[in-house]
């Protein structure tokens, strides 16, 4: 459990970055949507929607949706670095006692 929390604690710190670097670049793509009912991993019917997320979207053209768009982000990257962080404390507490 201690090698997962540490490879989340890696992945989190990735997404940081990457989401800090979109901000200060000032593009953005779209974010991978798990959770809701037009995920990527239902079904779309008959038409493909994974080029969307090759779009990018530029804070000066549309600054609503890339606002939407990197809250995402740095709501996932939060996610995975506050599991990662969890784990590690949980896994060194078992390891205390």
Same mark, same amino acid.
């Given at each position: 459990?201690?090698?997962?929390?540490?490879?989340? !604690?890696?992945?989190?710190?990735? #997404?940081?970055? %990457?989401?800090?670097?979109?901000?200060?670049?000032?593009?953005? %793509?779209?974010?991978?949507?798990?959770?809701?009912?037009?995920?990527?991993?239902?079904?779309?019917?008959? *038409?493909?929607? @994974?080029? #969307?997320?090759?779009?990018?979207? %530029? =804070? +000066?053209?549309?600054?609503?949706? *890339?606002?939407? *768009?990197?809250?995402?982000? @740095? !709501?996932?990257?939060?996610?995975?670095?506050?599991?990662?962080? @969890?784990?590690?404390?949980?896994? =060194?507490?078992?390891? +205390?006692?």
């Amino acid at each position: 459990m201690r090698i997962l929390s540490y490879v989340l !604690i890696a992945v989190g710190v990735y #997404l940081l970055a %990457h989401a800090g670097y979109d901000e200060f670049s000032g593009v953005t %793509h779209m974010p991978v949507r798990f959770f809701r009912s037009d995920a990527v991993f239902s079904y779309s019917g008959p *038409f493909n929607r @994974w080029y #969307l997320y090759s779009l990018p979207v %530029h =804070k +000066n053209q549309n600054p609503r949706r *890339f606002r939407q *768009f990197m809250v995402t982000h @740095w !709501i996932y990257a939060v996610l995975v670095e506050g599991i990662g962080c @969890w784990l590690y404390f949980r896994s =060194k507490q078992q390891m +205390n006692v």
